[in-house]
């Protein structure tokens, strides 16, 4: 029996073209920091460094910690001087980055529709990102944090998808067994990942990214109609 629905946010609940979004992000952040002496050139290259350390996270540390214990090793110790300007861009010149996403008011109605139905809801989006800029995206997508019994970021978690160990760290924060899961997500890799631990899946397929190739025929899959149809269903 399915108790509680677990949500991506980029993608799923926010349309966007993931490329085109973090081309807009990163532009951003390269003009924030230029003048602290990051070469706009070379921050993505840095940056996505840290982001593979994230996801390589074993679980001994914060999803945070990961990231700038790589972002020291390329820069320095001295780069953790500059970690409140980034929290500042988080705060602040972030919120640009509504520009590179759409916007679809199913989204809230959705996840207010399956509140309705009795069932918990969680934002199971990929935690490599602070909470300041988690809470912004769920607000460009209509949508509040308050929604969400638990939302991920890299702050609160100790993995990344598509290791399944996220989603059974998720499951355990909100005391649920993973097989009272329902994960819905736009991404073939990572949010299908989730099956592993006995979830069961759901690919919003708007936005759909399947980078692998691989064949989604076997999965429920669609738009937010067709989401509360598979619910209904269950």
């Not at 460094?49 to 090793?73: H, L, P, Q, Y």
């Not at 308050?146 to 702050?155: G, P, S, V």
């Not at 949010?191 to 980078?211: P, R, S, Y």
């Amino acid at each position: 029996m399915i108790t509680t629905v677990l949500f991506d946010l980029d993608g799923t609940l926010l349309p966007m073209d993931q490329d085109e979004f973090v081309k807009y992000y990163f532009g951003l952040l390269a003009k924030k920091v230029a003048p602290l002496g990051y070469d706009p050139k070379t921050l993505p290259g840095n940056i996505w460094s840290g982001t593979a350390a994230m996801v390589k996270n074993d679980g001994s540390c914060t999803n945070e910690a990961a990231f700038w214990k790589r972002f020291a090793a390329i820069y320095g110790e001295d780069v953790r001087k500059d970690e409140p300007v980034f929290r500042h861009f988080y705060e602040n010149e972030f919120n640009g980055a509504r520009a590179a996403c759409g916007f679809n008011p199913k989204s809230a109605e959705t996840v207010a529709a399956i509140k309705a139905r009795g069932l918990r809801v969680a934002l199971a989006t990929n935690p490599i990102f602070p909470a300041v800029a988690t809470e912004s995206r769920i607000r460009w997508a209509g949508l509040q944090p308050c929604d969400f019994e638990l939302y991920t970021t890299y702050e609160n978690s100790c993995h990344c998808k598509p290791n399944p160990a996220y989603f059974q760290d998720v499951a355990a924060a909100l005391r649920v067994l993973p097989t009272e899961c329902l994960m819905v997500g736009n991404d073939a890799t990572e949010d299908l990942a989730a099956e592993a631990l006995g979830m069961k899946v759901f690919l919003l397929t708007d936005c759909l990214i399947n980078k692998d190739g691989r064949d989604i025929t076997p999965y429920p899959q669609g738009s937010f109609d067709d989401l509360l149809r598979y619910i209904d269903s269950l």
